[in-house]
């Protein structure tokens, strides 16, 4: 999980240059497992989720591929 302006960060720092990646945008609201702000090494916490992703909860699904270069750019579309 993460913030949406923490999305590209966690995508090129884990799956840089890998293919065949779908973004779910997820309303954390609609979820019936827990959500915890964790530091993950950094000055910023993490959203964590502490069990299953309901379907529910899914409101986007976006195919994610990195650009040229391997790095990641937030897909046109995204929910606010």
Do not use: C, W
């Amino acid at each position: 999980m993460s913030e949406r302006h923490q999305v590209s960060l966690v995508a090129d720092y884990i799956y840089k240059n890998q293919g065949n990646l779908l973004l779910l945008a997820v309303e954390t609201n609609k979820l019936v497992s827990e959500v915890r702000y964790e530091q993950m090494g950094t000055d910023e916490p993490f959203p964590h989720i502490y069990g299953v992703i309901t379907l529910d909860a899914v409101i986007a699904v976006h195919a994610f591929p990195p650009n040229l270069d391997g790095f990641f750019s937030l897909p046109e579309g995204l929910p606010k």
